[in-house]
């Protein structure tokens, strides 16, 4: 293949110099020795324009024709040199012609046992972000195993067991039962990702809609917590000595948009949810709620859901209030709390009567 490339190379550029010389765009003859040694370059002198009577070719044709030979010449001195690379050789050129589908081959082994280079950083960015997706339009939550690979000041490296994937895990989200407890290298958790960056973002460049302004450090991975595991696990132990209707009490944890995050009784002060749409039947606003109701205040509250399987543990407040008492949960809570139970019962009875009319 490469001999005949190496033919067609140059019975091809013998042709357009041919072509060259008769579209008078080339030398007659190459200067001789004698003419070299005058240092003078015979070049042909053109004569006035005449037209011709004959029937050859023009000037303008046998240039295109000269340029065209050129752009093939260097096309096949192109495939010649690649036909005969050392990257081609023992492989048939027919079948070359495509870079191989690396992607449809099966990885078997275990991705923490490569190094980080080899690692798929892409694959495992893709399974976490779309895991991630699909368990939230079902209202759920997905868990991964991590394994520790250094324990520093601030929190711990870890890395994934399904795709090798690096990650970082705050102090704070260890759930470790004191603060100086902390995880081993090579514990093997099961973590929640609280935070899952694009992979663009390590290489927005400057004229980026988000160019990055300073080096980073280290680069953005995921944040995963261990602290979310144990929480969860907590929660559905809760769940199965709770009903729908029971009144409990509950102490308020924290304030976040959704409402308020409380704390049942046990001894692993298990979480459930009092959204803030359920505080009232009266709409409240968040500077009032969290001026009513402050971290550490203890509340009844009223049981609408619990689920145990997932151990979501939803509370409401607004049964307390009945129809001539709209709005008191936020400014005469403690008078609700009082007449709870006696709320509670009305409201069931009242509940009861509106399904039997709508049944009739």
């Known amino acids: 293949m490469a001999a005949s490339g190496a033919w067609s190379l140059q019975l091809l550029t013998v042709l357009a110099i041919l072509l060259q010389v008769r579209a008078d765009v080339a030398f007659v003859s190459v200067p001789g020795a004698a003419v070299q040694k005058k240092e003078v370059r015979s070049v042909r002198q053109l004569a006035d324009f005449q037209a011709s009577a004959g029937t050859g070719w023009s000037g303008s044709a046998c240039a295109t024709l000269a340029s065209a030979g050129i752009a093939v010449t260097l096309a096949l001195w192109r495939r010649s040199n690649r036909d ?94 004191s603060f100086e407890d902390r995880p081993n290298v090579g514990d093997e958790l099961k973590v929640e990702c609280l935070a899952c960056p694009m992979q663009r973002v390590n290489k927005e460049q400057k004229y980026s809609p988000w160019p990055n302004l300073y080096r980073r450090p280290h680069k953005a991975q995921p944040i995963f917590s261990h602290y979310m595991w144990l929480e ?70 009223y049981v609408v859901h619990a689920d145990k399987r997932s151990g979501r543990i939803t509370l409401s407040t607004k049964e307390f209030e009945d129809d001539y008492h709209v709005g008191w949960m936020l400014s005469f809570p403690e008078r609700c709390f009082e007449m709870a139970e006696e709320a509670v019962q009305r409201y069931h009875r009242k509940r009861s009567a509106y399904i039997a009319w709508l049944q009739r």
């Open 84 to 177: 005969a690379s050392l990257v081609t050789a023992g492989y048939a050129p027919a079948k070359n012609r495509f870079e191989r589908k690396w992607w449809y081959v099966e990885e078997t082994r275990d991705p923490t046992t490569l190094p980080v280079w080899q690692r798929d950083y892409r694959f495992g960015f893709q399974v976490l972000r779309r895991s991630m997706v699909e368990a939230r339009k079902k209202g759920e939550k997905i868990f991964w195993d991590v394994r520790v690979l250094h324990v520093e000041e601030k929190g711990c490296r870890v890395e994934m067991l399904n795709s090798g994937l690096l990650g970082w895990m705050p102090r704070g989200q260890e759930g470790q039962a």
């Open 232 to 301: 969860k696990q907590r929660a559905i132990a809760k769940a199965q000595e709770l009903e729908a209707g029971m009144i409990i009490d509950a102490v308020v944890h924290a304030h976040c948009p959704k409402g308020l995050v409380m704390t049942l009784d046990g001894p692993e002060k298990p979480k459930g949810m009092l959204d803030m749409v359920d505080i009232s039947r009266k709409k409240s606003a968040h500077k009032w709620v969290d001026k009513m109701f402050p971290i550490g205040t203890k509340m009844k509250c």
